[in-house]
C-alpha cells in the first residue's frame, strides 16, 4: 500500500511541477520565448521517439522469453541505448542545419544545449520496458521523479 501511495504522490508531483515551471518560464521568457524553449525541446523529442528504435521493448521481449539472459542482455542494452540518443543528438542537429526555419527559430547555442535532452528522451521512451523487464519499476518512478524535477527546474 506504501508504494501505491508514493506512486500515486509521484505521478502527482511531476504533474503540478510541470505547472509551476511551466507559468515560471512562461512569465520569465514570454511567450515567444517560452515557444522557441518548445520548439526546440519537441525538435529533439520527435527525433528521440524515432530513434529510441523502441529498444525498451526488445529488451522486455528477450528477457520475457529467457529470463536467464537479464544480467548479460542488460549492459548491450544500455550502450545501445546511448548509441541511440548519440544518433537522436545528430538527427536534430540535422534537422537543424537542413532547416532555414529551424535555424531562424533557433540559436546554435541553444540547440547545443537541449542536445543534452536527447538523453532524456531515448532513456524515457526505453526505460520504462527496461525497468519492468528488470522487476524495479518501483525503483524507476522515485529515480523519474528526481530526473524530471531537475529537468523543469534547469
Known amino acids: 500500500m506504501k508504494r501505491y501511495l508514493f506512486s500515486l504522490f509521484t505521478r502527482a508531483w511531476v504533474a503540478l511541477s510541470g505547472l509551476l515551471v511551466f507559468l515560471v518560464t512562461a512569465y520569465v521568457f514570454g511567450a515567444g520565448g517560452r515557444g522557441v524553449i518548445s520548439y526546440g525541446t519537441s525538435v529533439f523529442a520527435s527525433v528521440g521517439i524515432i530513434c529510441s528504435f523502441n529498444l525498451g521493448r526488445t529488451f522486455l521481449d528477450l528477457v520475457t522469453k529467457n529470463n536467464q539472459r537479464k544480467n548479460e542482455l542488460l549492459s548491450t542494452f544500455i550502450v545501445l541505448n546511448l ?49 519492468a523487464a528488470l522487476e524495479r519499476t518501483y525503483e524507476q518512478e522515485v529515480i523519474s521523479d528526481c530526473r524530471e524535477t531537475s529537468l523543469k527546474i534547469v
Do not use: D, E, K
Not at 544518433?87 to 536534430?92: D, N, Q, R, V
Not at 542537429?93 to 526555419?101: E, K, N, R, Y
Not at 532524456?120 to 526505453?126: H, K, L, M
Open 83 to 131: 548509441a541511440a540518443a548519440a544518433i537522436t543528438i545528430l538527427g536534430a542537429m540535422l534537422f537543424w542545419f537542413l532547416s532555414s526555419t529551424a535555424q531562424s527559430i533557433l540559436s546554435w547555442h541553444l540547440v547545443l544545449g537541449l542536445s543534452f535532452l536527447a538523453l532524456y528522451y531515448v532513456w524515457s521512451i526505453n526505460g520504462n520496458a527496461i525497468f
